[in-house]
C-alpha cells in the first residue's frame, strides 16, 4: 500500500539554526499537507500544498511539492523555542479520500 | 476557524469496559476520521465517515466501532476495552465533495489520551 518516508526522524538543534525536513513516497499525489503536534495537543495544519512545483510559505515556514509529485520539503528559518513539536507530512491518496501519513519528525530546539 | 471538539482530553478506563469516545466538529463538514497515535508509529487511520450513518473502515479497524447519526457528531467505540487500546486518539474532520470520498485539509480535535487498565 502507500507509504510516506519522512526524514529525519528527530533533530536537535540550537535557537536560530534553520532547519529542513523531508517526505518521500512511492507513489504520486496531488496533495501535501504540513502539520505540527504539540505534545498532549492535536497536529495543527501549517501548509497545504496543491500543485506540483508548488513553494508555499508561512511565516518562517516553507514548503515545496516536489516536481515528480512524490515528495515534499518543510523548511523552518531561524528556529526558536515555541518551534518544538512533532511535524508531520501528509499525502492524499485520491482513490479513497484517505490521507497517508509520514512517521514524523520530532524536533528539539536548545535555547 | 474551524473547530473540531473531543469529549475528554483523558480518559482511564479498565478491561472490558464499553468505551465511548465523542468528536463534534461545527464547520459543517461531510468527512469524519478517527485516528489512535503511538509512538513510532505515526497516526494510523481507524475509521472514517463520508455521510451521515456512513461509515467505512481504516487501516485497523478491529475492535472498534463508529456511530454517526448527526453530521457534526463522530463517535468511536470500543465494546470490550482491553489493554493495547492504550493510546492517544484523534479525531479529524475534512469539507469533502457530497457522495465520494474525496477529501479537503483534515482538522484535528486535541486528542483523548487513553489509558485501559
Known amino acids: 500500500g502507500q507509504q510516506l518516508n519522512q526524514s529525519p526522524q528527530s533533530m536537535f538543534i540550537q535557537e536560530g539554526e534553520d532547519v529542513s525536513m523531508n517526505c518521500t513516497s512511492s507513489s504520486i499525489f496531488n496533495t501535501w499537507l504540513w502539520y505540527k503536534q504539540d505534545p498532549g495537543e492535536g497536529p495543527v495544519l501549517l501548509i497545504a500544498?496543491?500543485?506540483?512545483?508548488e513553494l508555499t510559505s508561512n511565516g518562517r515556514l516553507t514548503a515545496q511539492f516536489g516536481i515528480t509529485r512524490k515528495d515534499s520539503f518543510l523548511n523552518i528559518s531561524a528556529s526558536i523555542p515555541s518551534d518544538v513539536g512533532i511535524y508531520f507530512c501528509?499525502?492524499?491518496?485520491?482513490?479513497?479520500?484517505?490521507?497517508?501519513f509520514g512517521q514524523g519528525t520530532e524536533l528539539s530546539v536548545k535555547p | 476557524d474551524v473547530k473540531v471538539t473531543q469529549s475528554s482530553r483523558y480518559l482511564v478506563k479498565r478491561t472490558g469496559e464499553k468505551v465511548f469516545l465523542e468528536c463534534v466538529q461545527d464547520?459543517?463538514?461531510?468527512?469524519m476520521f478517527w485516528y489512535r497515535q503511538d509512538p513510532g508509529l505515526g497516526l494510523r487511520l481507524i475509521y472514517f465517515s463520508y455521510d451521515v450513518k456512513m461509515k467505512e473502515k481504516g487501516d485497523i479497524p478491529e475492535g472498534y466501532s463508529v456511530s454517526r447519526e448527526k453530521k457534526e457528531r463522530f463517535s468511536l467505540i470500543l465494546e470490550s476495552a482491553s489493554t493495547n487500546q492504550t493510546s492517544m486518539y484523534l479525531c479529524a474532520s475534512a469539507s469533502g465533495t457530497s457522495g465520494g470520498l474525496s477529501t479537503d485539509t483534515q482538522y484535528f480535535g486535541p486528542g483523548t489520551r487513553l489509558t485501559v487498565l
Open positions: 501528509a499525502g492524499l491518496y485520491n482513490q479513497g479520500g484517505k490521507l497517508i
Open positions: 464547520m459543517d463538514h461531510e468527512n
Open positions: 500544498l496543491y500543485k506540483a512545483g
